[in-house]
């Protein structure tokens, strides 16, 4: 390691002050070796902790060894990649980033999102399992965010598919989908798995990007979970407004609070801490 480490975790950033405290003391519990700075940054919305301003403050800190922790949910984000792309790293996908790129002396490793991650499928399964009656006749639909960039959207859908596959073996689920708002896949999903014609916010698109294997076990309910940070517009308004039409249980809960988001970050900074991992 070098003379000073530091920690900037970066999230997305809302005008929802809930929002922000949310991440705030997530970041806050983090327990991490005393004299370790960790600083909480925001790609937009929250004027004066930005990306750039937590670089500063952690540089001004005497800090020149930086793990950069992306608080998102999958390494496909657009966001994600552009960040990435603002530290000088290579793109994640054919697209070139849309950030500036960052004013930064120290020495940055770059951390991972939230992908298929061990800890958060246990996450979503607490988040569910009050919804959940006789698992082994029930489908369990997650739903993200999802991007429209075609290298970025099949890393998500990869990662997607993995977490769902991990919280289905978590909750005794009989099988799990997935589907993305961005392309609009989850009403056509939704229509597979309840095997339903009624119109339920438009046709299916036609790519045929949410098309749901035929084969299967035949399931009595689905569960809804939203793989989303926190609640808000998303989890509040928007799945409710596509899946319209059709009978599913849904408590809109996020992955935030919960202590394992602060976990989910140690786990990473350990091995960083320990000289594993340094991409440099």
């Known amino acids: 390691m070098g003379a000073r480490p530091g920690v900037l975790v970066i999230s997305h950033g809302s005008p929802d002050a809930e929002w922000v405290r949310l991440v705030d ?8 070796p005393e004299g370790v700075p960790i600083v909480t940054s925001f790609l937009e919305c929250v004027e004066g902790r930005l990306i750039q301003d937590g670089i500063d403050e952690l540089e001004a800190r005497g800090v020149d060894e930086m793990f950069v922790l992306p608080l998102f949910v999958s390494s496909g984000s657009t966001h994600v990649d552009d960040i990435r792309q603002a530290f000088g790293l290579p793109p ?17 490793t770059f951390g991972l999102p939230i992908d298929d991650d ?29 991007s429209r960039e075609r290298g970025l959207n099949r890393i998500w859908r990869d990662g997607m598919r993995k977490l769902a596959a991990r919280v289905r073996e978590l909750g005794g689920f009989a099988r799990a989908e997935t589907a993305m708002l961005l392309p609009d896949q989850a009403a056509c999903v939704m229509r597979a798995l309840t095997k339903r014609q009624a119109h339920a916010g438009g046709a299916a698109p036609a790519d045929g990007c949410c098309a749901v294997p035929a084969a299967g076990p035949e ?16 989890t509040n308004t928007v799945i409710p407004a596509r899946l319209s039409g059709f009978d599913y249980r849904y408590n809109g ?7 394992a988001i602060s976990r989910w970050m140690e786990r990473q900074l350990e091995g960083w801490l320990g000289g594993a991992g340094q991409s440099g």
């Open 253 to 259: 809960k996020a992955l935030l609070p919960n202590p």
């Open 118 to 146: 061990p800890i958060i499928a246990e996450l979503i399964a607490d988040n569910v399992r009050e919804l959940s009656i006789a698992p082994e006749r029930e489908a369990l639909l997650l739903i993200a965010h999802g």
């Open 219 to 234: 399931t009595d309910a689905v569960i809804v979970a939203p793989l989303f940070l926190s609640r808000g517009y998303f």
């Open 92 to 108: 994640a996908a054919f697209r070139a980033g849309e950030l500036e790129p960052f004013r930064v002396r120290a020495r940055v």
């Open 25 to 32: 003391e997530a970041v806050r519990d983090v327990q991490l």
